[in-house]
């Protein structure tokens, strides 16, 4: 398994508690989930043109409970999930027509969601400031605190026999013998490889074209025994703010490219948009500011399946903005595949193939 983010690491678990041996090479930095806000949302993030990967996103959710308390259960930790409920909202005046236009997608999609006026999302979330003039409650989108995520896959791994192993891998060896070269030169091995290393991925072998697509997000925490201002997770087009015990994440930009740094801009950026939507968390105290990249593949879509060039290769990448959310699924696929199985049905469209190979500059970085 050559990435320990959250879908190497609960693809690791569920094979090891198959009874597969499995080794974890991560290089041993944070994952980009470190830094990810967790939300697990399918319909505040409905886009034109996506409705099969909504589809995705819809089965995944509805995964999560069973998924989190069998980890909560395997590792004995938290897990971070949590039912909170949405509210997308439109705290702009340019923000009404992207919204509406959302709520009309999922319309077209069996899935009516009203718009409410601004005053009736403030009774359901009274942390919301004037300049929200409407939008929709969805009571269904809930949050995994991706910190937590992290800790508890590496647990669960551990306590299955997952053997970790932190070190560079420079390269993917497909000749006669399938395996990994580490940094240095040593090679590990495997009856298959499953490629999880985020957007760092595609310099790895050919097939599968990934990008980096960086983020930064924001941490406010309020004093101690001090309520946060929302219940719920806020996602307007311009910012989102997910409250988790006693914090407040608040993210995210969207940068092309892999240069994870936090800038002034897009700060100043996300507090702006925040304080907006949420006044009363001016506040708060600003805990730490942090950025990370996000896989992106050239459809928006994440690939996993079977390297059709390579016997034994598995790919599990591209989970872009919806990598926390769609853990369970690229789990139980990649895991399916690497015992040498079927991949489900609904994991076939994900399968890498040259007509989702589209031109676009591959970024290059360590696994």
Known sequence: MVGAGPWGLAT????????ARVTVIGDGAPPAAHVAAGMLGPWSEAEEGEEDLHALMVEALARWPAFAHALGEASGCDPGFRRTGAVL??????????VRRRLEVLERWGTP???RPGSALRDAEPGLGPAVA?????????????????????????????????????AIRRDATLGVRLEGGETVTAGCVVIAAGWAAG????????????????????????????????????????????????GATMEEGADARVTAAGVAGLLVEALRAVPEIAELELAETAAGVRPATPDGRPVIGQDPAAPGLVWAVG?????????????????????????????????????????????????
């Open 319 to 367: 989970g872009f903005r919806h990598g926390v959310l769609l853990t369970p699924l690229a789990a139980e696929a990649a895991a399916a595949l690497a015992a040498g199985r079927e991949a489900p049905s609904w994991a076939r469209q994900l399968a890498p193939a040259p007509s989702r190979q589209l031109a676009h500059p591959v970024e290059t970085a360590c696994a």
């Open 89 to 98: 909202a439109a705290s702009r005046p340019e923000h009404v027509p992207v």
């Open 203 to 250: 310099r790895l072998a050919p097939g599968v074209a990934v990008r980096g697509v960086s983020g930064q997000i924001l941490r406010l925490r309020g004093r101690t025994g001090a309520p946060i201002p929302l219940r719920m997770t806020v996602r307007t087009p311009s910012v989102y703010l997910a409250p988790r015990d006693g914090e407040l994440v608040v």
């Open 134 to 170: 409407g939008g929709a409650l969805l009571p269904d989108e809930h949050q995994a605190e991706p910190r937590a995520l992290l800790a508890a896959l590496e647990a669960a791994a551990a306590a299955a026999g997952v053997r970790q192993l932190a070190c560079r891998v420079d």
């Open 113 to 115: 969601v009203g718009w």
């Open 12 to 19: 690791a678990w569920r094979a090891a508690a198959e009874g």
